[in-house]
């Protein structure tokens, strides 16, 4: 029987840090989802097959806080756990520890297992059971849920077309390449004078290689950003929050 709080350890080598010399966003992304993949892999409910249909997890909402961020050479642990069950989607947390194992971070998500042929969300009690529902902890997560984003600006700050760097194995955008190219959205000197205290993002809907995404921000105030990308359909593919301190 698996205990139902995983860690990990890491190290923040040269090339997973910033020009700050601090683990950077976009690897910090890589390795959440590597470990939510290892710890539903290691109990059996990464990928199913019903019905001739076959599933596979997908992230759905993000929400990081943090204190600190390991710096360059440093060791650092990752600890993740379920919360919830839904019918539709799991709650899995995560908490960051640094080297002395003091937490420094903690991170909310909301994950969905959908079908690969029709993109459709699965039952995930009815695929996975027991197996899944033993491995919900009560664990606390000390930090808000996602909250809600809503952009009203019309006219975009940027522009991205995708590209294959941008693809995952699914063959669309990866979701961290997301975070990545929305805090590539503000200046240089942004970080140097500031730190990032909370990032939140919701998965709203797919974009493919030649998309074009157009990105909207609205400020909140001198801290705080939302962020919203779309299509040129005009359709939301992704909503995001951006707290500076």
């Known amino acids: 029987m698996h205990a139902p709080i995983d860690t990990y350890r890491f190290v923040a080598a040269p090339f997973h840090v910033d020009f700050m010399q601090k683990l950077s966003m976009g690897v910090l992304g890589k390795h959440l989802l590597n470990c939510a993949d290892s710890y539903a892999s290691d109990r059996g409910f990464d990928v199913a097959v019903q019905d001739g249909e076959h599933y596979t997890w ?8 943090w204190e600190d961020m390991p710096r360059q050479h440093e060791e650092f642990c990752i600890q993740t756990w379920i919360e919830k069950i839904y019918r539709l989607f799991a709650d899995r ?3 960051i520890l640094d080297k002395d194992g003091k937490p420094i971070g903690y991170v909310r998500s909301v994950w969905a297992m959908i079908s690969m042929e029709t993109r459709t969300p699965a039952d995930l009690l009815a695929l996975h059971g027991e197996k899944i529902a ?3 902890c009560d664990k606390e997560c000390p930090i808000a849920k996602p909250g809600r984003v809503k952009v009203t600006a019309e006219s975009p700050v940027a522009v991205h077309r995708v590209r294959y760097s941008d693809l995952d194995i699914n063959g669309h955008t990866n979701s961290i ?23 939140e993002i919701a998965y709203v809907a797919e974009s493919y290689y030649g998309d ?14 939302d962020v919203e990308i779309r299509k040129s359909s005009n359709e939301v593919v992704v909503r995001s929050k951006v707290i500076f301190k």
């Open 212 to 225: 074009t995404l157009s990105f909207f921000i609205e400020e909140k105030s001198s801290e705080e950003f």
């Open 177 to 199: 390449k997301y975070i990545e190219h929305i805090l590539d959205l503000f200046p240089l000197d942004v970080f140097q004078e500031k730190a990032l205290k909370r990032f």
């Open 58 to 65: 997908v992230l759905s909402r993000l929400a990081i806080e």
């Open 134 to 136: 033993a491995s919900v």
């Open 93 to 95: 947390n995560f908490a």
